[in-house]
């Protein structure tokens, strides 16, 4: 596969725009290095620690909640020794961060525009530059929209950080941007939208039924209030007992398989070479979530060993999906990523996720054409939509009292407070919608998908075009043709592994033959005439990666 952006990139203003956008506003220093991607990705920690003591910090008697990634990461705040400092020193240290912050802020910005500005007086020449000039502008005004979705709530984060106290009045001005940013960047309430509406509820009446033992007389009558309050949100009638859909599970009989730190990095980073893909497993010290950053995915310190089915899950999740479109992407748009690719991109990371562990199991019989198509009823979405739900409708008092019962039952894996309060008031109800792009873009990709396999392709989006770069849903199809010598698709490498584990001689051309049954909606024939042609000479490929496999599942 090719390692290099395609040079065919249209008229030579249009390949220094794209070049301009490299270094510019992806720049390693900044976009990079100090994490200012984080901001374009709604993607914030949290910590209330002195990072060379690990006590709490605390301002005026009160532990604060410190926005990590925009004051220390991109303000440059040290946190070493922070707890030896005076409220006012701590105070004006994180107000100097902040205007580090905006400085930094604005400079992009100011970019960005200037950029917009001279896409303006670009005439496309043909249909496909057309389409690259329309990618980038909708890219970059989706940028500035979230940088001013950034800056209208630092005096949130100032809040949290126990610096200032934000009025009710200021407050008010505030939530009416983020509103309205919201909705353009994220979607909206879930409230709005009767389709998930009635899919929370079903996913959260499910999280009652299966640990409804756990809780007390009063926890269980806080749920049930809930699901109530959920109920009445809906135009149809609810179930008051929900059947549980039957999946089975290609992941479930190898849960006594595992991997240290040390083995996880190393097998990521090979099958990452299956999939030719330049994109690298590396451990930080200092992330706290699971991240993909650009050409490598970063794992916390805290994740000292993964299980099979969720090193398979997060193989499909992060390189087969994440790291390939990334790939794809930079061959012909560079760094740049198109409008709303966050929702397609974590919404076919979900999918796949889906179809890894269940196969044709979440599946159903169209009554219209006959034809097997997709349930999204049977899928395990991301619940982050349907705790958004509850904080719509609950107060912030209740809706935290809602997420630490879900965090003491081992429902939830904190802090997951904050996920929900970046950029918003700490003491009001309501929360920010980014996380909410996961299970939406699952819901669209299953609708593309079903709608391409009742309509043999004339209708909705091939499964592979999904894969083609950051972009959106909508535009998936047509950025698929950019590609004027084919992309890179997903090996399903962690397929390979369950074939591996179950076949004591594995071939290629079986191989092919699981996968086909298993992912009946996608064609595997070329797939399967290469393997059977190479079945008469020796497959060196297939076979070398089969035994290096081996040696990592054996491996105590």
């Avoid at 499910?206 to 209030?225: D, G, L, R, V, W």
């Avoid at 929900?242 to 097998?267: C, P």
């Avoid at 299970?439 to 299953?446: D, Q, T």
Wanted: hydrophobic share 35%.
């Amino acid at each position: 596969m090719r390692n290099t952006i395609e040079k065919n990139l249209g008229q030579n203003s249009l390949s220094k725009i794209i070049e301009r956008i490299d270094t510019d506003v992806f720049d390693k220093k900044i976009w990079i290095g100090e994490k200012m991607w984080k901001i374009a990705e709604v993607t914030y920690s949290y910590t209330s620690k002195d990072k060379k003591t690990g006590k709490n910090i605390f301002i005026n008697n009160k532990e604060i909640d410190l926005n990590y990634t925009l004051f220390c990461e991109i303000g440059g705040l040290n946190l070493e020794n922070f707890e030896e400092l005076s409220d006012n020193e701590k105070i004006e240290k994180i107000l100097k961060s902040v205007k580090i912050l905006n400085k930094k802020i604005s400079e992009k910005r100011k970019k960005i525009l200037e950029i917009l500005s001279n896409l303006e007086q670009l005439e496309a020449e043909d249909k496909q530059e057309k389409f690259k000039i329309k990618i980038i502008k909708e890219s970059l005004e989706e940028k500035i929209n979230l940088i001013d979705y950034c800056t209208n709530g630092i005096l949130y984060e100032l809040e949290k950080a126990g610096v200032m106290q934000v009025s009710n009045e200021k407050s008010e001005e505030i939530d009416k941007k983020q509103k309205n940013l919201d909705k353009i960047l994220f979607g909206g309430e879930v409230k709005e939208n009767q389709e998930e509406i009635n899919l929370c509820y079903n996913n959260l009446l499910e999280i009652f039924q299966t640990n409804i033992e756990n809780f007390s007389e009063s926890e269980k009558a806080f749920f049930e209030e809930i699901l109530e309050k959920i109920g009445n949100l809906s135009t149809k009638n609810q179930e008051k007992s929900l059947k549980k859909a039957e999946r089975n599970d290609y992941l479930e009989e190898f849960s006594n398989i595992s991997f240290d730190t040390e083995k996880y990095i190393s097998l990521f980073n090979f099958l990452a070479e299956i999939n030719q893909i330049p994109h690298k497993a590396v451990k930080n010290e200092e992330a706290g979530s699971i991240s993909d950053g650009p050409k490598t995915v970063e794992f916390p310190k805290k994740y000292k060993n993964f299980k099979f089915p969720r090193f398979a899950k997060l193989n499909h999740h992060e390189f087969e999906t994440h790291s390939i479109t990334d790939f794809n992407n930079s061959l012909v748009m560079g760094n740049l990523r198109g409008a709303k690719s966050i929702e397609k991109d974590e919404g076919l990371a979900i999918f796949m996720e889906n179809i890894l562990q269940y196969g044709t199991s979440i599946t159903k019989k169209d009554e219209a054409s006959g034809k097997i198509i997709f349930d999204i009823e049977k899928f395990n979405f991301p619940k982050t939509i349907v705790f958004t739900l509850v904080g719509e409708i609950l107060n912030s008092k209740e809706f935290f009292k809602f997420l630490e019962l879900l965090e003491k039952n081992g429902l939830i894996i904190g802090p997951t407070k904050d996920r929900f309060l970046r950029q918003k008031r700490s003491n009001k109800a309501g929360v920010q919608h980014k996380d909410t792009s996961y299970a939406r873009g699952l819901f669209k990709i299953v609708s593309e998908i079903n709608d391409f396999i009742i309509s043999d392709g004339k209708k909705g989006t091939n499964f592979y075009d999904f894969f083609a770069g950051k972009c959106s849903i909508e535009d998936s199809k047509e950025f698929a043709l950019l590609h004027k010598n084919g992309f890179n698709k997903p090996q399903f490498t962690s397929d390979l592994m369950i074939f591996i584990l179950k076949n004591q001689n594995p071939t290629e051309e079986n191989f092919y033959d699981f996968l086909q049954k298993k992912y009946p909606f996608i064609n595997f024939s070329e797939e399967k005439i290469r393997a059977i042609r190479h079945s008469t000479i020796k497959n060196n490929n297939f076979n070398e990666n089969v035994s290096k496999i081996k040696k990592y599942l054996e491996e105590k």
